[in-house]
């Protein structure tokens, strides 16, 4: 089992930065591959970035490249996501989440992912 902890969530203007954090905690939490996934009242999950055990390859949502920027530590089990230019349409509750992916295409998916976090609501406004 991987127990996932999400922090760093607020309120933020339009245009501005927030950085999101994620603690990982059990079973060799550095092997697996992390994502984050946010959801917005009525809305679907959505993938928003994801990076490998190893931290060499990253995936981003076309909605967030060049804005967001995930990265993880694993000395220290956590992995990050850094917000800038920050839209209201990022408003949302963020959620982290842990799995062993074999194949890239898998990273986008939330199926994909067994382990999540409790979320962290992010709220930007205009």
């Known amino acids: 089992q991987v127990q996932l902890v999400e922090s760093g969530g607020g309120l933020v203007q339009a245009g501005g930065s927030l950085r999101v954090s994620c603690v990982a905690s059990g079973r060799t939490s550095s092997n697996y591959a992390m994502g984050w996934f946010r959801q917005a009242p009525g809305k679907e999950r959505e993938f928003v970035a994801a990076?490998?055990?190893?931290?060499?390859?990253?995936y981003y949502a076309d909605s967030v490249k060049g804005r967001f920027t995930i990265s993880r530590d694993n000395a220290k089990n956590t992995v990050y996501l850094q917000m800038d230019s920050l839209k209201p349409e990022d408003t949302a509750v963020y959620y982290c989440?842990?799995?062993?992916?074999?194949?890239?295409?898998?990273?986008?998916?939330?199926?994909?992912?067994?382990?999540w976090g409790q979320g962290t609501q992010v709220t930007v406004s205009s």
């Open positions: 989440a842990a799995g062993i992916l074999w194949t890239s295409g898998r990273y986008y998916y939330p199926e994909h992912y067994p382990y």
């Open positions: 990076i490998n055990w190893s931290g060499s390859n990253t």
